[in-house]
């Protein structure tokens, strides 16, 4: 199940930056998506999620009101849009899906934010 993260960078902060995940291999539409996110020296923390027909999302207390979870069906493709930027922000972000009780990871994108 291919997951490619793409759209990372260096940014500084307040920017903003977005984030793709284009997946195959399996019915996108069916499945809800997640996006994580591991910092250095921290566990993996949940961002947000968004269920198979993007009608519900979710998130993290840390990243409430700034970031944006959505999804083109049509394109297989979840995305996560990232405003006002912050340092603890930084951090590799990873696109997540589970089917069938396994659980599948792209590679990640490093975000980076610093002036």
């Known amino acids: 199940v291919p997951l490619v993260e793409s759209g990372g960078g260096l940014v500084q902060p307040g920017g903003s930056l977005r984030l793709s995940c284009a997946a195959s291999g399996f019915t996108f539409s069916s499945f809800a998506m997640n996006w994580y996110r591991q910092a250095p020296r921290k566990g993996r923390e949940l961002v947000a999620t968004?269920?198979?027909?993007?009608?519900?999302?979710t998130y993290a207390n840390s990243v409430k009101g700034r970031f944006t979870i959505s999804r083109d069906n049509t394109k297989n493709t979840v995305y996560l849009q990232m405003n006002s930027l912050q340092s603890e922000d930084t951090a590799v972000y990873l696109c997540?899906?589970?089917?069938?009780?396994?659980?599948?990871w792209g590679r990640g994108t490093q975000v980076t934010v610093s002036s």
């Open positions: 968004i269920t198979s027909e993007g009608l519900r999302t």
């Open positions: 997540n899906t589970i089917i069938v009780l396994t659980s599948y």
